[in-house]
C-alpha cells in the first residue's frame, strides 16, 4: 500500500515539475516576443526618421540658377527654351530624312588601349537596305561619300586662310565604305558596354590638361564641349536602360545621380553644350531653311520643314545668342583652331575603338554634330556656309541637338523620380512596418489569452494540492 502511494505522489510530484518548467517556459517565450516587439518599435521609428530626414534633405530639383559660365544665357532661360523645342525637336528626328545616318563602321582602332569586347545582343546594329534609301540620296550630286576629301597635311598652309576658307574635317566616307543606319530601329541604349576606357583616351589625348579654372576661355570651352558631350551619352543611357537578364527598358535614376546627378559641375557642361548646339542652329537658320530636305516622301518632309522651321523660329524668338562666338573664335589663335580641328577629327577616330556597334554609331554620329557645330561657329558668315552643309553634316547637328535636348528634358524627370522613390519608401515603412507591428502585438495577445486559458484548465487538478489528492485517494479506498 505504501509503495502505490509513494508512486501517485512521485507522478504527481513529476507532473507539477513539468508544469512549473512549461510556466518557466511559456513566461520566457512571452517575455522574448515582447522584447522583439519592443525592437521593432525602436527599428520602426529610426526608419521614419532615418528616411524622413533623407526626403526632407533630399534635392527635390535642380537649381537652375545664374548665368551658364561662358554662356550668354541663364540656366531657367535655356530651360526653358528647351521645353518647347525639346517635343518638335524629337518628334523631327524620327522623320525619314533626319534618322538615317551614313556611318564608316570598317575602319580599324587607330590605338593601343585594349580590348573590351561586348558580347551582349544589345551591341549589334541593323542596316538599312539599298531599297530603303531614297535613290536621290545615292545619286553623285547629293551623296555626301563624293566630296573630296578633307587633308590635315594642309593644315599649314590654312593660317594664310580666311576662317571661312578652313578645313572642317570630322570623318572621310569613301565610296565603297559606310553604311546606312536608322537611328531610331538602333535607338542609344544602355548595352552593358563598358566605355570608361574609351572616354579615359579622349580626356588623355584630346583635352587640355589641368583645372578649368587655370585655362584661357578658348581651351576651357573645348574641354567643356567635350565633358557636356560625356555627361549627354551617360543620362541617355541612364534614362534608356535595359536590364539585360530581363529586357525591359526604364529609366535608372541610381545610374543617372552616380554618373551625372551627383556632380553638378557635369549639368552645368551639360547647358553649355545645349548653348553652343543651340547657338549653332541659330546661326545657321537661313541656310538650313533653304536646305533640301528630300526623302521621296511628300507628306514627311512638308512636315519635317514645318517642324524645323518652327525650331529655327522658337530658338531665334526666344534665345537668338544663347552662346556668344564671338568672344571665342574671333580672337582664336590659329594653333588653337588647329587644336579644335585635330581633338574634333581625333575623338571620332578613336570612337572606332568601341567594340560595341550601337555605342559606336551614336559616338561618331554626335562626334559629327559637335564638328558641324563648330564647323558652322567658326565660318565668317554662317547663314551662307550652312547652306553648304551635306545631308550627313545636318542629320548629324540635328541628331545631336536632340539627344542634347532630351538629357537637359531628363534633369527633372530624373529628379522627380527620385523624389518619389523616397516618398513612396517612407510611405512603405509606415504602412508596413505599421501593419507588422499590430500583428505582431496581436500574435503575443492571442498567445497570452491561450496560456491564461490552459492555465484555467488545469486549475483544480491534483497536482495543485498534494496532500488533499492523498485524502481524496485514502477515502477511494476505504
Known amino acids: 500500500m505504501q509503495t502505490g502511494k509513494d508512486e501517485i505522489v512521485d507522478e504527481l510530484t513529476q507532473f507539477k515539475i513539468e508544469r512549473a518548467k512549461r510556466r518557466e517556459r511559456k513566461e520566457w517565450e512571452l517575455k522574448i ?112 561619300i563624293n566630296q573630296p576629301k578633307d587633308d590635315f597635311a594642309f593644315w599649314d598652309s590654312e593660317r594664310y586662310l580666311s576662317p571661312s576658307e578652313w578645313i572642317w574635317h570630322v570623318e572621310d566616307i569613301e565610296n565603297d565604305k559606310g553604311v546606312y543606319v536608322d537611328l531610331k530601329l538602333n535607338p542609344e541604349a544602355f548595352t552593358g558596354y563598358q566605355g570608361q576606357h574609351i572616354w579615359d583616351v579622349i580626356y588623355r589625348e584630346n583635352c587640355y590638361q589641368g583645372s578649368l579654372n587655370d585655362m584661357c576661355k578658348e581651351k576651357r570651352a573645348l574641354n567643356k564641349l567635350v565633358q557636356g558631350l560625356h555627361t549627354s551619352i551617360s543620362t541617355q543611357l541612364s534614362e534608356f536602360y535595359v536590364d539585360l537578364s530581363t529586357n525591359k527598358t526604364y529609366p535608372n535614376y541610381p545610374l543617372y545621380f552616380e554618373r551625372v546627378g551627383n556632380h553638378p559641375e557635369r549639368i552645368r557642361n551639360l547647358f553649355f553644350l545645349y548653348s553652343v548646339l543651340l547657338r549653332a542652329v541659330i546661326l545657321a537658320s537661313p541656310g538650313i531653311q533653304k536646305h533640301d530636305i528630300n526623302s521621296m516622301s511628300f507628306e514627311e518632309d512638308t512636315r519635317s520643314k514645318y517642324l524645323l522651321n518652327n525650331i529655327l523660329s522658337l530658338g531665334n524668338n526666344q534665345c537668338s545668342k544663347p552662346f556668344d562666338e564671338q568672344q571665342f573664335f574671333n580672337q582664336i589663335t590659329f594653333d588653337q583652331k588647329k587644336d579644335y580641328q585635330r581633338y574634333i577629327h581625333n575623338i571620332s577616330r578613336i570612337m572606332d575603338c568601341v567594340e560595341c556597334q550601337k555605342c559606336r554609331v551614336f559616338g561618331k554620329m554626335q562626334t559629327y554634330g559637335l564638328g558641324t557645330a563648330l564647323k558652322i561657329l567658326f565660318s565668317e558668315s554662317p547663314s551662307e556656309f550652312s547652306g553648304k552643309l551635306k545631308r550627313n553634316e545636318l542629320v548629324a547637328l540635328i541628331n545631336t541637338f536632340g539627344k542634347v535636348s532630351s538629357s537637359v528634358h531628363s534633369i527633372d524627370l530624373m529628379f522627380e523620380r527620385r523624389t518619389i522613390y523616397h516618398y513612396n519608401l517612407i510611405l512603405s515603412i509606415v504602412i508596413v512596418g505599421g501593419v507588422f507591428i499590430i500583428f505582431m502585438v496581436a500574435i503575443r495577445k492571442i498567445y497570452q489569452q491561450m496560456d491564461k486559458k490552459i492555465q484555467n484548465m488545469f486549475r483544480g487538478m491534483p497536482s495543485d494540492n498534494p496532500q488533499q489528492t492523498n485524502r481524496n485517494t485514502k477515502s477511494k479506498r476505504d
Not at 532615418?50 to 548665368?67: D, M, P, R, V
Not at 518647347?84 to 588601349?113: A, G, H, M, W
Open 33 to 144: 516576443m515582447g522584447k522583439c516587439i519592443t525592437w521593432l518599435i525602436y527599428l520602426y521609428v529610426a526608419g521614419i526618421i532615418i528616411t524622413g530626414l533623407n526626403y526632407i534633405l533630399l534635392e527635390k530639383s535642380y537649381k537652375y540658377e545664374g548665368i551658364v559660365e561662358d554662356s550668354c544665357q541663364d540656366f531657367k532661360t535655356l530651360k526653358s527654351v528647351n521645353e518647347q523645342i525639346f517635343p518638335l525637336l524629337d518628334e523631327l528626328t524620327y522623320k525619314k530624312y533626319f534618322k538615317i545616318f551614313r556611318v564608316n563602321l570598317e575602319n580599324d582602332c587607330p590605338f593601343s588601349i585594349g580590348e573590351y569586347i561586348c558580347t551582349s545582343k544589345k551591341c549589334v546594329i541593323c542596316t538599312c537596305n539599298t531599297s530603303e534609301i531614297p535613290s536621290n540620296w545615292l545619286s553623285p550630286a547629293s551623296s555626301p
